[in-house]
């Protein structure tokens, strides 16, 4: 029998979040934008005030808080809303006003920077002094001054912001040439049928395991990007142009420097991180041997990385099982953590199951105030259970911090955020492995597990590696033209995957469809969020309650301290290369234990 998608009024309420936690109805969040509007007027009042005096100061600085604690469930009400049918008007209108908040809030606190910077060092203590309250906002403060050797003039940073659409400009350019312009033939497959090729059936027939359509996916798609190889070279190029530009002028040593400042990393991260990988590439050359023996191929391509090597085991899980799951796998993490587990299990955190309209994929968003709100496109799949654990991972995450600290600090930066999540992940990945000895269901697990460290740790890695190579030169000074990224692509694809692949050539043009190139230094976090994870949940199970106690502090931690800090604190130093050299270690063993279950 065919399944047929709900419409949403059609979707039982136990599988639907509870939205009216945050509001009773639409028109008490019409209320609530009209008042906030009102508090824009109050935020404009304080302009050429804050250095003033220490009360003018803090009164500002609190009614910022207090727009923020009654701004963040109404936005969320806004976007959630839209997100439950995005065909809807009303919602589509809502989502509008929320954004248009936001923009207009931005536009109203602009002032903020340049008044907190012009008050000196000597005034800043003394309103310290003379405000008590003031103390609560130092590390905020210190954080905005720390940017004053790299602000300039009112007039120049004027300048500056009015450049930034046109900084915008080289990601544009790319979504539209990559999403809308570039068509690609069809893929044919062994049997001689057609199959369109986009962006979204790519990877599902990278998965395929008919090789036919495999390559011929790969050749349709490559061959198209090659068409385009100098216009796509010189968007990424205007785009390392446009980031080193902002760094010159800002005076960084680079464009690295500049972009990791932003979230108080430092930039012997990043280089850690490559040489670690690098330090470990036996084990992924390793893997590849493994991949070829299984697949029983003469000779292994890079349309071979994503087909699964293992049948699947046929493992269904049912939203009751998969919470189930989560509760045993999550155990280890104690008491408390899992009265939290469950109170969002119990109380509507999560809109469970696809219908009409529904935005794909999965997200959590946390609410100061308020529970988290929990998207999921739960379909019974195993994969879908893995979804869950590490959507929740964000959720208690967000919960704790919000309870935990104040509304100035209970946001937390990007490259903790992905610890959470991938943590559950381990912790559930490890239950498993332990609930079976079947040699098939356990090979099936681990291929899983393979496939993460792969994807998330060596690939991410070589992006950020290439990234950092088309900065460095541009930086030089030297051009970004199709042949020199080609060549150095297709060289850190030699280097990461080994001589038992064969050099498609093709493969060199992949970095012309990688949209994270555009997003400034961000890929590397996958990778390193990756790895801490890893740690931190291997140190769970190892040492239990006091790792438990370290780890909620960190989740507890939001951004009241920088986040190699709040790593530090639960256990795992990402300033040296140790957490990746273990997590790498985990691989290597696990690549072992697959070559037993699967010897001939």
């Given amino acids: 029998m065919a399944h047929t998608i709900s419409a949403r009024s059609e979707v039982d309420p136990r599988f639907t979040w509870a939205i009216t936690d945050l509001f009773p109805s639409d028109d008490a969040w019409r209320q609530e934008l009209a008042r906030m509007r009102g508090m824009l007027k109050q935020v404009r009042g304080y302009e050429g005030r804050l250095g003033e005096s220490a009360a003018s100061l803090l009164d500002f600085l609190r009614l910022l808080d207090e727009i923020d604690r009654a701004g963040d469930p109404m936005i969320s009400y806004a976007f959630r809303k839209k997100d439950e049918d995005t065909r809807n008007p009303v919602y589509q209108e809502m989502s509008a006003q929320a954004q248009n908040f936001i923009v207009e809030l931005d536009k109203a606190t602009s002032f903020e920077i340049p008044e907190v910077l012009a008050i000196d060092d000597e005034t800043m203590e003394r309103f310290y002094q003379q405000e008590p309250g003031l103390e609560h906002y130092r590390l905020a403060l210190t954080r905005i001054r720390r940017k004053k050797e790299h602000t300039l003039s009112a007039q120049e940073e004027a300048l500056l912001a009015a450049t930034g659409q046109m900084a915008q400009s080289p990601h544009e350019i790319f979504s539209l040439l990559n999403d809308a312009d570039m068509v690609y033939p069809d893929a044919v497959d062994s049997e001689g049928n057609k199959h369109q090729v986009t962006h979204g059936s790519y990877i599902a027939m990278m998965q395929s395991p008919d090789r036919t359509l495999r390559e011929s996916a790969f050749r349709s798609l490559y061959g198209v990007y090659g068409q385009f190889r100098n216009t796509a070279s010189a968007v990424l190029g205007a785009q390392m142009k446009q980031l080193q530009f902002f760094a010159d002028v800002r005076k960084y040593p680079s464009a690295l420097h500049a972009a990791l400042s932003r979230t108080e990393v430092p930039v012997e991260i990043y280089h850690n991180l490559i040489q670690a990988v690098h330090d470990n590439l036996p084990a992924m050359h390793r893997y590849v041997r493994l991949r070829k023996r299984l697949l029983g191929v003469d000779k292994l391509h890079y349309y071979d990385l994503y087909t699964p090597i293992i049948a699947d085991a046929d493992m269904k899980v049912s939203f009751e099982e998969g919470k189930d799951l989560a509760r045993k796998a999550l155990a280890p993490m104690g008491e408390d953590y899992l009265k939290i ?260």
């Fill in 341 to 600: 587990l469950n109170e969002g299990f119990d109380n509507r955190w999560i809109d469970v199951y696809e219908n009409i309209g529904k935005r794909s994929g999965a997200y959590s968003a946390g609410v100061y105030g308020a529970h988290p709100f929990v998207l999921l496109n739960y379909t019974d799949t195993l994969n879908d259970a893995f979804t869950l654990v590490h959507e929740m991972g964000h959720a208690l995450h967000s919960y704790l911090s919000n309870h935990t600290q104040s509304v100035t600090y209970a946001g937390y930066v990007i490259f903790v955020a992905e610890v959470a999540s991938t943590c559950n992940e381990a912790l559930l990945m490890q239950y498993l492995l332990g609930q079976t000895q079947d040699p098939h269901r356990r090979a099936y697990l681990i291929n899983y597990f393979l496939e993460q460290f792969r994807t998330t740790l060596y690939r991410q890695t070589m992006f950020a590696e290439f990234e950092l190579w088309c900065s460095e030169q541009t930086r030089k000074g030297e051009a970004l033209t199709a042949e020199a990224l080609c060549e150095k692509y297709g060289e850190l694809n030699r280097l990461y995957y080994g001589e038992d692949i064969e050099p498609d050539p093709e493969i060199a043009l992949e970095w012309a469809r990688i949209p994270h190139f555009y997003y400034n230094f961000y890929v590397y976090q996958y990778a390193t969020g990756f790895a801490c994870a890893i740690a931190l949940s291997q140190r769970i199970l190892r040492e239990g309650k006091p790792a438990v106690e370290d780890y909620l502090r960190f989740l507890s931690g939001g951004c009241s301290t920088d986040p190699v800090s709040l790593l530090r604190g639960a256990g795992v130093d990402i300033s040296t290369p140790a957490p990746i050299n273990d997590a790498l270690h985990l691989f290597d063993s696990l690549i072992a234990e697959m070559e037993k279950l699967t010897a001939e």
